[in-house]
C-alpha cells in the first residue's frame, strides 16, 4: 500500500488531497499513482488539468523514447481520467472542465491509436452510438463519444434519428457488441424499447449490450424497456461501456 | 392594460401555463415531430390549445415556438422560415388571449454548444436568437419567456437578443440537476449564482424550470431567493416519466401537484405553472388552489 508522499507529482498530490474524499477510493487512486513513472504521472496531471498541448507534446516524447503506446494510454491518459472522472461524479467539476480533459485526452489518443491498431492491437472496444428514431438531439450523446473515444473506445456514431435497422446495419457491418442509444424526448424514449425489440426479431439481441441515457431516461426506465445498462452522464457512460465490454468478452471468447 | 410585470410587482401571483409537447402530442404531433411546424398545419390545434390554458385560468399562456431557432427549425427543414414559424406561433396564441392575459414568447435551447465546448460563435448564437426574438414580435408576444437553458452564456445571449431586438419585458429560466453536492445546471452553476448571473444579463423575472420534481423545485426557488429580489417564475414538470406498459406517464396529479405549489409560492415564486407532463386540468387545479 502506498502514502500519498509516494506520489512525486506535487499536483497529483494535491488534487489527491483535494478531491478524493473517501478514503479507499483514495488508498485505491495513491496505489495507483504512485506505481507509475513520473513522466506518466505528469501525463496523467495534463489530463486533469485540461493542457492539450502539454499532452500532445508529453506523449510525442514518450513514444519517441520508446515508451510502450499501451503503456502511454493506460498509465498516462486512462489513469488522468480515472481522477476526472471521480471529481465530475462528485460535483467538483461540471462538463466544459470535462470537455477540457476529453480535449487533451484526445490530443495524446491521436499518437497512440495510429501505433495501436499498426500493431494489431484491438480498441478497448466497439461501440454503436446513435440518438433513437424521431429524435434530433445530440449534445448528451457527443459528449458521450468523445469521452469513450477519450477512453480507447472504436466509436461508429450513426448521428441523430436512427432507425432500428440503421443499428443492426452497423452492428452488422462494425461487427460491435455494444449499442449506445440516447433520448432527450419522453416520446422518442420507447424507440429504444422498440429497437431492443427489432434486434430480438433480427435473432440479434444474444450478440449485443446495449446502453442507454438521455435526460428524462431513468435507471428504472433502462430496466423496463430491457437494456443492460443505464448510465447518468458521459463520465458513467465510459465505465458502464467497459464493464459491458468485460461481460461480453467473458460471454464470446 | 398594465402589463405582467407591473401586477406581479404590485403583489399578485400569477399563474402560468402547462406543457405544449404534451398536449400537441395528444393531439396529432408524432413522437418526435416537429412541434413548431404545427403552427403551419395544425393552426386549429395550437389555438386551441391556448385557448384551454387560457379557460383553464392561466393569466400568461407562452407561445409553440420553444425549438424555434433557426438551429432546431433547420433539423426539420424550416431553417429558412424562423420568422414566418415564429410570427405564426405568437398570432395564434394572441389571436385567443382574452384582454387581461398575456402572451410570452417561449424560446428554448439552440441544441448545439458554444465554443469551446461545441461548435458554434456568440455572434452566430445571438443573430440566431434575434431572428426568433423578430418573429415572436412581430406576431405580438407581450413578453419572452426563455426557458430549460443549460448554459448561463448561452442565456445571457438569448436574453441580449430580447434587448436589443425589442423593448419587451424577458422571463428567464434554468434547468438544474441535483448532484451529491447540491443543484447545479450542467455547466455548474448554483441555483444562487445563476440568479445573480440571470439578473446580471438583464432579465426581468427570474427561475427555474423543467428537469426535477416539485420537491426539488421548492428548495431551487428558496436558493434564488435569497440571492435576487426579481420576481420569480417556475415551470414544475409532473414527476419524473415511467413506463406503464407501453405508455409513458407522469407520476404527479393535478391536486398533488396544486398542493405542493404552496411550498413553491412560499419559498418566493411569483408565477408558476407547469412544464413536460401538465394539462390544462393542472392549471385548473393551481388556480383553484392558489387564487380562488
Known sequence: MAELGDVENEFLCNELEQYVEEEVEKQRMVDLYAAISLSMQAIAAAIIDGRHHDVDRMTREALDKDVQALEVMDDGLIAGMALVGIKFRDNFIFVPEVLACARAMKAGMAHIEPILSASGIDPVGKVIMGTVKGDLHDIGKNLCIMMLRGSGFQVIDLGVDTSPDDFIGAVEEHGANLVGMSALLTTTMPNMGRTIEAFIDADLRDDVKFMVGGAPVTEEFAEELGADAYGADAVECVEVAKRLTAESASVHP | ?292
Open chain 2, 1 to 292: 392594460m398594465r402589463d405582467f410585470l407591473d401586477r406581479v410587482e404590485a403583489g399578485e401571483l400569477l399563474i402560468s401555463d402547462g406543457a405544449t409537447g404534451t398536449y400537441l402530442q395528444e393531439h396529432g404531433l408524432e413522437p418526435g415531430g416537429c412541434p413548431e411546424e404545427f403552427n403551419l398545419s395544425r393552426p386549429d390545434v395550437v389555438r386551441q390549445m391556448a385557448a384551454d390554458y387560457f379557460a383553464a385560468g392561466a393569466d400568461l399562456v407562452l407561445t409553440n415556438s420553444f425549438g424555434g431557432s433557426g438551429y432546431r427549425l433547420k433539423e426539420y427543414g424550416f431553417g429558412d422560415r424562423v420568422e414566418e414559424v415564429n410570427r405564426l406561433a405568437a398570432e395564434h396564441a394572441r389571436a385567443v388571449a382574452p384582454a387581461d392575459r398575456f402572451v410570452l414568447g417561449s424560446i428554448g435551447p439552440a441544441g448545439v454548444l458554444l465554443k469551446p465546448n461545441g461548435p458554434v460563435t456568440r455572434k452566430e448564437m445571438f443573430d440566431a436568437y434575434c431572428r426568433q426574438v423578430r418573429g415572436l414580435a412581430d406576431g405580438g408576444v407581450d413578453g419572452f419567456c426563455i426557458e430549460t437553458m443549460f448554459d448561463l452564456s448561452e442565456m445571457a445571449l438569448a436574453i441580449r437578443a430580447v434587448k436589443e431586438t425589442t423593448s419587451l419585458p424577458v422571463v428567464a429560466t434554468m434547468v438544474f440537476d441535483k448532484g451529491p453536492k447540491g443543484y447545479f445546471t450542467m455547466m455548474g452553476q448554483r441555483p444562487a449564482q445563476v440568479a445573480e448571473g440571470l439578473a446580471r444579463a438583464g432579465a426581468d423575472v427570474i427561475g427555474s424550470n423543467c428537469g426535477l420534481p416539485i420537491g426539488h423545485m421548492v428548495e431551487i426557488v428558496a436558493a434564488m431567493r435569497s440571492a435576487s429580489a426579481l420576481p420569480i417564475l417556475t415551470h414544475v414538470n409532473a414527476g419524473m416519466p415511467k413506463i406503464e406498459k407501453t405508455d409513458i406517464v407522469y407520476p404527479d396529479s393535478p391536486e398533488f401537484m396544486a398542493e405542493e405549489m404552496d411550498r413553491v409560492v412560499g419559498a418566493g415564486a411569483n408565477i408558476v405553472g407547469g412544464c413536460c407532463g401538465t394539462s390544462p386540468d393542472y392549471i385548473r387545479a393551481f388556480v383553484r388552489r392558489l387564487k380562488d
